[in-house]
């Protein structure tokens, strides 16, 4: 690989690992939130990843999760593993406030269904994450592990932020715009956002609902998968998920390709943001990969698909968001109340006319997944801008996002002032454990080069 | 069954009974089109329920229907039964103009799936029936075959007309919001709307996704029920229909109700537009079935109904229509353009709230289909209206199509002026089997009153 693109190292041992040594007897519960709890004591009075944490009830659940497994009780494929929740999903065991000042105090009655799907898998939720304001752009204080004096991007913030430091090995975020793929880039985290509607949302805020997606932040891609694996599968509360048998995506992700992967390099409609590290760290990748590589361009009907994304994104907003002008308008920021606006004004027409081209332009990409294994594309402009009064551009996630595919930011590259740069890779819908597979093999394609 | 209210007598056979001689080759389907051709010719001149109709073809494929049941080779259930069918489905051997003259000669390359579904199972498409403009308010010149100074209703008016007058045995129509329940009751047939989403409406024009359902008009329910076990089924083509097995909906309804059913009379959140013969009727079948039914009232959400409906509806027309005001707006009845520029003004945030309501006004019936086999209401507030310059109301609609249920009407009762009259009987979504071998129950009980 050529200068100035270097795999990142990662210092906290990964979900897997944790995983295997506990079952294994090795380590316990306790243990684990103990070295979180103390990482997160030395580092979160500046980092500021989380919204809510309890220490003792931490301790309490690790305690109780390391007598369930002495007990010799069957334990799930999480057991122990400390995850960290954005605060815009539901918990029982701590208040969800929706990055607002309205939700204030919160406290949901029951866990999202996600969030009973890793309890259930024994993991821990160790405490919630930062998020903007209603996960759009009004950020909370959580600030770039890598350099204080930057964004760790949004909306998904604390999460990316923790999964980044050290502090977990796992957290929950979510995407509606580029929420999970950007900060994860900006973090130099794996950020996994799977196909539209795999993980049930019931239980989490609603922005959009044609858009919204639960996603996973990790140090590894097989972290990413084991999650994705635990998530998945049909949930009755939310009509976007499909009764389809779950497949086990951390194999998948484990397999070799059958054959030499192909990837699509797409720059996309959006490359004039590209920063200089980025189209310097494209151009290197593809002169990598080789022949393994194509560029490959979208049509013009792509060209607008942001503008698309973020007139649903903004009927969203309206649509579920107006009730809280309603309870005070002045704790509301004056950007979301634009946003509200914008998506107020819209109409049936216009947002049907969107909703239209979304499923056109899903479609379209087949004609790229029929001839590669997965699309090599942008997970942000560039570094994590400087200052934490903004979250920096989705404008390199709202395709995929407006799309529906499964994507993952992979920690490739450090930029020119030493903070982390990811590329996305994307796959087809509903083909997870491929991408992921696809995803393990570019780096280690990488790392040989 | 008390003086006022007696079943219709109807003159021409039946499909099941056509069919069956037709497969036992006690008929030709040559004889058979020859004496609808002759009933067509004779009451066609006057009752203008066609559109397009060219006897020549018509005799010519009634011929080779014929051939290839004597070739010995394998014939359908409705094998040399003509169908007629709205002009606003696509059929390939005649034009389809939608009611409007900027379709005039409009000429569609393949049949609709409905259509190629009717051909398969060996029916003979013998002509296509007048549709008011775009399946909304404008009548074409079609007359109530009871009474030529009386509307057939609409917006299925010529197939609603053909089967009252006999020229044909089956029809097939649409309806929005009235469409197949109101016509039916204002000819005296039977007219059947399937569960939502349960016959494909890929080559259909599109007035408003989330409501339009083809539908069926015949003289028995045993004929609406053989047509909807070939109408029924998965397509590709339109995301409405769901790959589920296809049901034997004519031996469903043939068959014994398990134990006696039980009727909701539901007189509705519309009951003040109940005219006297319609009041009368309700009332008398109501004594006459006794402990067998009961008056249930809807909730007040339910009175929201009819304008929801017609707000998608509009928004529909407004996404579907518009490019015809940019062909000649002047071609446009007034009715038509109020209509569009309604839609056009709704904004996404209401449509989506309409949407939200259809699917809680749907499961809220689950509370009385878990009582009740079936729901007895009106299919129109009385007799057809004098004049052919408009429908007559679809306010005893509406409601039935919003929430997406089966839906027959059935022929009961003639009124004060001595046309047909018919009550709809509603069933729980996907249980059409049940509706109709409720239906038929209640035919046969009325009988016996």
């Given at each position: 690989?050529?200068?100035?693109?270097?795999?990142?190292?990662?210092?906290?041992?990964?979900?897997?690992?944790?995983?295997?040594?506990?079952?294994?007897?090795?380590?316990?519960?306790?243990?684990?939130?103990?070295?979180?709890?103390?990482?997160?004591?030395?580092?979160?009075?500046?980092?500021?990843?989380?919204?809510?944490?309890?220490?003792?009830?931490?301790?309490?659940?690790?305690?109780?999760?390391?007598?369930?497994?002495?007990?010799?009780?069957?334990?799930?494929?999480?057991?122990?593993?400390?995850?960290?929740?954005?605060?815009?999903?539901?918990?029982?065991?701590?208040?969800?406030?929706?990055?607002?000042?309205?939700?204030?105090?919160?406290?949901?009655?029951?866990?999202?269904?996600?969030?009973?799907?890793?309890?259930?898998?024994?993991?821990?939720?160790?405490?919630?994450?930062?998020?903007?304001?209603?996960?759009?752009?009004?950020?909370?204080?959580?600030?770039?592990?890598?350099?204080?004096?930057?964004?760790?991007?949004?909306?998904?913030?604390?999460?990316?932020?923790?999964?980044?430091?050290?502090?977990?090995?796992?957290?929950?975020?979510?995407?509606?715009?580029?929420?999970?793929?950007?900060?994860?880039?900006f973090c130099g985290v794996?950020?996994?956002?799977?196909?539209?509607?795999?993980?049930?949302?019931?239980?989490?805020?609603?922005?959009?609902?044609?858009?919204?997606?639960?996603?996973?932040?990790?140090?590894?891609?097989?972290?990413?998968?084991?999650?994705?694996?635990?998530?998945?599968?049909?949930?009755?509360?939310?009509?976007?998920?499909?009764?389809?048998?779950?497949?086990?995506?951390?194999?998948?992700?484990?397999?070799?390709?059958?054959?030499?992967?192909?990837?699509?390099?797409?720059?996309?409609?959006?490359?004039?943001?590209?920063?200089?590290?980025?189209?310097?760290?494209?151009d290197e990748i593809a002169?990598?990969?080789?022949?393994?590589?194509?560029?490959?361009?979208?049509?013009?009907?792509?060209?607008?698909?942001?503008?698309?994304?973020?007139?649903?994104?903004?009927?969203?907003?309206?649509?579920?968001?107006?009730?809280?002008?309603?309870?005070?308008?002045?704790?509301?920021?004056?950007?979301?109340?634009?946003?509200?606006?914008?998506?107020?004004?819209?109409?049936?027409?216009?947002?049907?006319?969107?909703?239209?081209?979304?499923?056109?332009?899903?479609?379209?990409?087949?004609?790229?997944?029929?001839r590669y294994d997965a699309?090599?594309?942008?997970?942000?402009?560039?570094?994590?801008?400087?200052?934490?009064?903004?979250?920096?551009?989705?404008?390199?996630?709202?395709?995929?996002?407006?799309?529906?595919?499964?994507?993952?930011?992979?920690?490739?590259?450090?930029?020119?002032?030493?903070?982390?740069?990811?590329?996305?890779?994307?796959?087809?819908?509903?083909?997870?454990?491929?991408?992921?597979?696809?995803?393990?093999?570019?780096?280690?394609?990488?790392?040989?080069?």
């Open positions: 690989m050529a200068a100035g693109v270097g795999l990142r190292k990662v210092s906290i041992p990964s979900a897997v690992e944790i995983a295997e040594r506990l079952a294994a007897g090795a380590l316990s519960a306790r243990e684990v939130a103990d070295s979180c709890l103390e990482r997160i004591g030395a580092r979160d009075g500046e980092v500021r990843a989380f919204a809510h944490l309890d220490p003792a009830q931490v301790r309490a659940e690790a305690d109780a999760l390391d007598r369930h497994r002495k007990a010799g009780r069957p334990i799930g494929p999480l057991h122990g593993v400390p995850v960290a929740v954005k605060d815009i999903i539901d918990t029982a065991t701590y208040p969800t406030e929706n990055g607002s000042p309205l939700d204030a105090g919160r406290r949901p009655r029951q866990d999202a269904t996600l969030v009973a799907r890793l309890r259930a898998a024994g993991a821990l939720v160790i405490g919630k994450t930062v998020t903007t304001e209603f996960a759009y752009y009004r950020p909370g204080p959580t600030r770039n592990p890598h350099n204080l004096a930057h964004t760790p991007g949004g909306s998904s913030q604390g999460s990316a932020a923790a999964v980044g430091d050290g502090m977990v090995p796992l957290a929950i975020g979510s995407q509606t715009a580029g929420s999970v793929i950007r900060p994860a880039s794996v950020g996994y956002k799977p196909t539209y509607g795999m993980v049930s949302l019931a239980g989490v805020l609603s922005i959009c609902e044609p858009l919204d997606t639960a996603g996973v932040f990790a140090t590894t891609v097989e972290d990413a998968a084991l999650v994705g694996t635990v998530l998945a599968g049909y949930d009755a509360a939310d009509p976007r998920t499909r009764p389809v048998a779950r497949a086990d995506l951390l194999a998948a992700a484990r397999s070799e390709p059958p054959a030499a992967p192909r990837l699509a390099i797409v720059r996309g409609p959006t490359w004039d943001a590209a920063e200089p590290d980025l189209v310097g760290l494209i002169e990598a990969l080789g022949d393994e590589a194509d560029a490959v361009d979208l049509p013009a009907p792509y060209d607008d698909a942001f503008a698309l994304q973020q007139r649903l994104m903004k009927v969203g907003f309206a649509r579920h968001l107006t009730r809280y002008l309603e309870r005070g308008a002045d704790a509301v920021s004056e950007l979301m109340r634009a946003a509200i606006a914008e998506g107020a004004a819209v109409t049936a027409v216009d947002y049907l006319a969107a909703r239209d081209m979304q499923t056109a332009l899903a479609v379209g990409l087949d004609r790229v997944f029929d699309i090599l594309t942008p997970a942000a402009p560039g570094e994590a801008p400087a200052g934490i009064e903004a979250t920096g551009s989705p404008v390199f996630n709202a395709l995929w996002t407006f799309v529906g595919t499964p994507a993952i930011t992979l920690p490739l590259a450090t930029g020119s002032t030493g903070l982390p740069i990811g590329l996305q890779l994307v796959g087809r819908p509903g083909e997870d454990g491929r991408l992921l597979r696809t995803a393990r093999w570019l780096q280690r394609r990488l790392a040989e080069a």
